[in-house]
């Protein structure tokens, strides 16, 4: 038991192998290219929407399709029901979530210049929870719109969570759900670090680095 | 190394790649097609309607622009199913979509209830549409209309001196440097001035104008007139290719007189041959620039006893209606109402008849061109030529009112002209009396050769009967086989005139202002949110800048004392299609529409006191019935 840990910590401590290190640098390369595309997109589509109305959640802005119009017109029916008003400044996720993402890079580029397996374990590990919390905040937040209505507004409904994942019909919308681009580079990216850590098991500890 | 390169770089590459093929990943909705259902039936009618239906959801290849002749409006259908789309009010107010109620509208309307709509014209560039504006003339009041496809609405309304009846208007140059105006029944000139019919021939005078228009905005102003004699002038075109830089007007009543009680049908028939009028527009417009102009009344009169080369008249069978330039430029065709002949001219040897001076006659300074000089063709049509159209594949198609019916015939060049009859190659009856016709495109240089609308005046019997007054028929009609086939019946208000047929994809529309779009003029009195709103009293004029969205107005009460001036501002701060609010004030005799992103500015005097509701009159929403407010008046 105790060889066992001991032989892990040994491996853990161990510098970063060749191609480790470079699987890590394309792995921080890529990481800010989640910028560029949003992380989430719902789509409602109703009889009178056929072409349907598009929310865009990027790590730092929430965007309406059709020229950002879309976000008006979602408040605009969100109104009627007396659901708060999506507002890109409400939303503090936009603020940290980039921040962070930006740390994670640093932190990656880190391990491949002067890292060990261990450092490449912490910043996956970080990485995941980052990426669970995120997925929490944005299914409370959901909750919270959906829940906190307006007890005088014009139309009367019962508290409802719109789909985080998936498909749901919300009164007469259609709405699905899913991860954009943005997670899928994160995921690119969380996959590029297993990889890196596993050539680094792999690799000889005694070979030169 | 090398084996690294070997192992690693295939797992790098496929990383990013999934990377770069997420990023551009986009599963948008596809667009509905354009186009009805195509397809060969079993019968003729089975045929005919698969070949214009178009199924629910699915879109018009073509857009059709009618004219609504005394309706002062533009009627908008799509093409093959003939479906009324939408109307354009131009000369005539119209609450449907507040024109004439607001500020800007009414101002351009200049106080008349009404105009006489008859030619549209596309912009044009090298001869095609270009699907920027449309122009659409006045028959009855001396003006002309632009109307921008962009939004499909009027931005302007020119009204030109001296113009009597508007008709030979609205023909525009194949790179819309001008579009024509002229006159059709002839007064005294200066317009304005008084003198008896008995002295028609000396007193009274016909004029037509060039009216030039920004490239870059359409805007027109008034570039030449011509005074003319006395006569009629009716329909015009403008020439392309080898004609281009010529304006064509035909004309009746050359024997110029009204004689009281002599019936002008009959005085204004008398002589063989009428003309055709062409105007040389750029030495037209270089005769202005060089100072040659008189100006009265504000407009730069050109007289051509005194300029010369601006202006030659053609013989043409008597009571002519259409003259219209076949899209290579060169021919150029005249029909005479009374004549069962349509006649063809060569515009080259019309130009060597002009360089030869090969003249019969001049008439007030305007030389007249040997007919037999400038004469390619008649072409025995059939009875009542009007108007003229082209498929693009060297045939035309003319409208026979008195036969009720559209001839095909042979463009030049012809093999045989001893025997003419063999160049008329088909004929169709239309229900009933077809004034003009229009095909796709046809107009202009590249015409499509598909479909051809025969606008017929009488429609009797062929629709559920609705009294007496008969609407206006318009029969759609096959065109791209050896025979025309008849496919559709389509009835509209009255009264079109002329119509133009566009291909759909010409025309890019807008169907949102949206706020940052700065392509359109800025409104200075426009509130994007409740906190922009006001309402400020200054003396007794109370000005309110009010917003609209679904489903309120702000503000919702306007407070005011009677005899007040108040001045509202909507806008209708939506950015999403469709989303139209109306904002009628009861008993005012006020009714905005505002689209989404526009701003409309209504000016009236608070006349009556009492309490006037105001509400949303274009349905917006589910809490539509809910739009309303109060305009309080002390």
Known sequence: MKDYFYGITKKLIQPLSIKSRVVTIVAALILPLSFLAPLWHMTFVAQQYPEGLNLYIYSHALVGGNDGNDLTEINVLNHYIGMRELAPEDFNELKWIPLIIGGLMLLTLRAAAIGTLGSLVDVFVMSSYFGLFSLWSFWYKMNLYGRELDPTAAVKVDPFMPPVFGYELVGQFHVWSYPAAGSYVMTAFGLLLLLAMYLSWRSDPRAPV | MKRMQKSLWPIVAVAVLVTLVALVANCGPKPPQRGGARGAGGSDQASAALATYVAPGDLDEYYLFYSGGHSGQIFVAGIPSMRHITTIPVFTPYPGTGYGFDDESKKMLGGYLWGDSHHPGFSETGGDYDGRWLFINDNANGRIARIDLRDFKVKQILKVPHISANHGSSFVTPNSEMVTMATRMSVPFPGGTYADVTEYAEKYQGIVAGIKLDPDSGDMSLGFEILVPPFDYDLGDAG?????????????????????????????????????????????????????????????????????????????????????????????????????????YDIEKVKKAIAEKDFSDTIDGIPVLKYESVREAEVPVGLGPLHTQFDGRGYAYTSLFVESAVAKWKLPPYDDPSNMEQYVVDKIPVSYNIGHLVTAEGDSVSPDGNYLVALNKLSKGRHLSVGPSIPESAQLIDISGEKMKLLYDAFTEPEPHYALIIKADKINTVEVYKKDDDTWPKNEDAVWSVEETKIERNGSTVEVWMMAVRSYFAPDVIRVNKGDTVIIHVTNIEQTRDELHGFAIDDYNINLVIDPGETKTVTFTAEKSGVFAFYCTNFCSALHQEMQGYLLVK
Not at chain 2, 313 to 329: E, M, R, T, W
């Open chain 2, 240 to 344: 392309k290719g080898p004609s281009e830089g010529y304006l064509f007007w035909t004309c009746y009543n050359s024997e110029r007189e009204f004689i009281e009680g002599g019936k002008l049908e009959v005085t204004a028939s008398q002589r063989d041959k009428d003309y055709i009028l062409m105007v040389d527009w750029r030495a037209a417009s270089a005769a202005v620039a060089g100072g040659q102009a008189e100006n009265v009344g504000g407009a730069p009169v050109l007289y051509p006893d005194k300029v010369s080369d601006i202006a030659w008249y053609i013989p043409l069978a008597k009571s002519p209606h259409g003259v219209d330039v076949a899209p290579s430029g060169r021919w150029i065709v005249g029909s005479g109402k009374l004549s069962p002949t349509t006649t063809v």
